[in-house]
């Protein structure tokens, strides 16, 4: 009997959270918001390398989640602070190579629901700060655009993943701690899960957005 009644206080626990929190999601603007510009506006130098993974099926998912590739859209702070970190590294024979930086609000919320393990992707409760424009997912290349050895691929999950990992080969730690460094030293600051994912200092200024880009292309 005690435990019949222990099972329904937790159904209701969980059925209250459910209803209170778990379709309870953002509604945000779809109108292209101004603090938004297309990072190689920025600067004169040759574009940012990227290659969005959402723009192709080169993810977790092996979905297109952009049916365009929409270019490099950031936060204006942080798309010149990005500009800046890309050309420190070009003295060291360096380039960033861009998988991620805006994603509208919407593929978050995709992403979330059809993830199997959502511990490791944003919550659309909160948002992500990819949302806000202030969040890039970087790795490095050498001057003719070839990727340098990482601990792991864009959206791996787990202990390989954080930024303090000590296994694997002694180059790809030492290529993932120069990220990390030429990064932070501009105003980036890594997650504590993902060491290819950085958020800018001012991240929480803006306001977070479902604008598609590709929508207007
Ligand atoms: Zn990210």
Redesign the pocket.
């Known amino acids: 009997m005690r435990l019949m009644k222990a099972l329904l206080i937790f159904l209701l626990f969980y059925f209250f959270q459910e209803i209170n929190y778990g379709q309870v999601y953002l509604a945000p603007n779809k109108q292209k918001p101004s603090h938004l510009i297309q990072a190689d506006s920025v600067f004169i130098y040759p574009k940012l390398l990227s290659e969005l993974r959402y723009a192709s099926e080169d993810n977790f998912l092996q979905e297109k989640l952009y049916p365009q590739d929409p270019g490099v859209w950031l936060e204006k702070e942080t798309a010149r602070a990005l500009r800046m970190v890309d050309g420190d590294l070009r003295n060291y024979g360096l380039r960033l190579l861009i998988?991620?930086a805006y994603?509208p609000y919407s593929v978050t919320q995709y992403l979330y629901e059809n993830s199997p393990n959502k511990r490791y992707v944003?919550d659309p409760r909160r948002g992500?700060?990819?949302n806000r424009g202030s969040?890039?997912?970087v790795t490095l290349t050498n001057l003719e655009g070839v990727p340098l050895e990482m601990p792991t691929d864009f959206d791996a999950f787990g202990l390989k993943a954080t930024p303090v990992y000590l296994g694997g080969s002694e180059v790809s730690r030492q290529n993932r701690n120069v990220l990390i460094r030429v990064m932070t030293h501009r105003g980036f600051k890594v997650?504590a899960g993902?060491w290819?994912?950085?958020e800018f200092k001012n991240a929480y200024q803006h306001s977070i957005s479902d604008w598609r880009p590709w929508d207007g292309l």
């Open positions: 998988w991620d994603r944003a992500s700060v990819h969040a890039v997912d997650n993902e290819w994912h950085f």
